[in-house]
Every structure is written in C-alpha cells, then in structure tokens.
C-alpha cells in the first residue's frame, strides 16, 4: 500500500509563530493537493504542486514540492487564529487516484 | 450557487436500519466520489464513478450500494447499519477522472449510528 505519510498530527501553537507540516512518500507522485478543512464542511483545495522542487505562495502559506516529487512541505509565517484548522495533504499518483495523508490538527491560540 | 450538496447534514440511527444519503453537484463534473472520514480525520475513499459507471470499489461491505443516476447525482444506500459504520461522509466530485484536478467535497454527512 502506498502511503503518504503527514507529520505532526497535531500543533497548538501562538498566534505570530511560525510552523512547517511536512508530507512524506517513498513513491513518486506526479502533483500533490494540500486542502484544508474547517468543522462541520468538507476539504478545499489551497495549493496544487506540480514541479519537482516547485514553491508556491499564498499569502502567509509557502507549499514546496520535493525535488523529487515524493515529498512536500507547508510553512505559515506568523500565524493567525484564521489558520486553525485541519491540514490534508493528497498525492496524486500516475493514474491520477489520489493519495491522502492523515491529516495534521492546527490550532492557533490568540 | 455551484456546489456540491449531500444530504442529511446529520442522520442518527439505530443498528439494523437501512438509510440513504444524497449528493449532487452542479459543477458538471464527469466524476464523483464517496469519502468516509473517521474519528481520527482520516480520508478513506470508499466509490468513484465516472459519467455514472463505477471505476473505484475498495475494500468496503457489500452493506453499501452506490447508485449514479445521472453524472450529477451519487448516492449513498447503507444497509443494516452497524456502530463501526458512524463517521463523517463525504461526497466530491472533479472534473475528470484523469487529470491532476482538484477535488470538491461536499460539507459532509455525520453519520451516528446507536
């Protein structure tokens, strides 16, 4: 089975810190989905990371795709209480099924 | 609005019942999808239909029947409900299935089953 794993699971951390979630693969994706999920409603998609060592931007959010494409990275500059949420993060593999990390808590205290 | 829309939000009921949930989406998406996220957020995919054929069957009880009258509507009928069955599910759709498209869900349906 392929798995993607997604590390921390979960992160409680101040309001203006900084945090990285990280997802991990030993298999080559061919793009990686990072969506975000707030109670009660389902996944949206922030970002979608196509390119080999690929940074994308939004906002205070920077996605970077592994060289290699087997793994990605979120960071949140100076984080705000708007960021709390639950981080998934989807491999999409060559046939295009899409492979879903655990997910990663965040919650920002004010 | 486009969307997609699931039904119940929330449905509790007892072992043994038989229940439905509904989706639909207007986005005229080719492909749809039914999700269960358990108690731990994990992403389970259960279906996938492609312009109403089933292309995606995991490992799941033959107790869940996916229907796809049209491309627009996948529903969900669960019979003989049993407690390991309460989890959140979800329905999404993209537009095709080929395609490093992103998924749209739907906001979810709890399911409790007493």
């Known amino acids: 089975t392929q798995l993607l794993e997604q590390s921390p699971q979960f992160l409680s951390i101040q309001e203006g810190e900084n945090l990285t979630v990280y997802c991990n693969s030993s298999s080559v994706f061919s793009s990686l989905q990072w969506y975000r999920q707030e109670p009660g409603e389902g996944p949206v998609l922030l970002v979608t990371?196509?390119?080999g060592g690929e940074v994308k931007k939004l906002k205070r959010l920077t996605f970077q795709f592994g060289d290699a494409r087997k793994d990605s990275s979120l960071h949140i500059t100076a984080a705000q209480p708007g960021d709390t949420g639950l981080y998934l993060c989807?491999?999409?593999?060559?046939?295009?099924?899409?492979?879903w990390g655990a997910g990663t808590k965040l919650i920002i205290k004010p | 609005d486009t969307a997609v829309s699931q039904t119940p939000k929330y449905l509790v009921t007892q072992m043994g019942n038989d229940k439905s949930i509904k989706c639909e989406q207007n986005?005229?998406?080719?492909?749809m999808y039914w999700y269960k996220q358990d108690s731990k957020k994990f992403l389970k995919i259960m279906f996938s239909?492609?312009?109403?054929?089933?292309?995606i069957n995991e490992t799941v009880p033959n107790r869940f029947s996916p229907k796809s009258p049209d491309k627009a509507h996948l529903n969900l009928h669960i019979n003989s409900l049993e407690l390991g069955d309460s989890a959140v599910y979800f329905c999404?759709?993209?537009?095709?299935?080929?395609?490093?498209?992103?998924?749209?869900f739907g906001n979810g349906t709890r399911l409790t089953v007493t």
């Open positions: 990371v196509v390119t």
């Open positions: 986005l005229g998406h080719d492909t």
């Open positions: 999404a759709s993209r537009p095709q299935t080929g395609t490093n498209s992103p998924l749209h």
């Open positions: 989807a491999g999409v593999r060559s046939n295009y099924q899409l492979i």
């Open positions: 239909y492609n312009n109403k054929e089933l292309i």
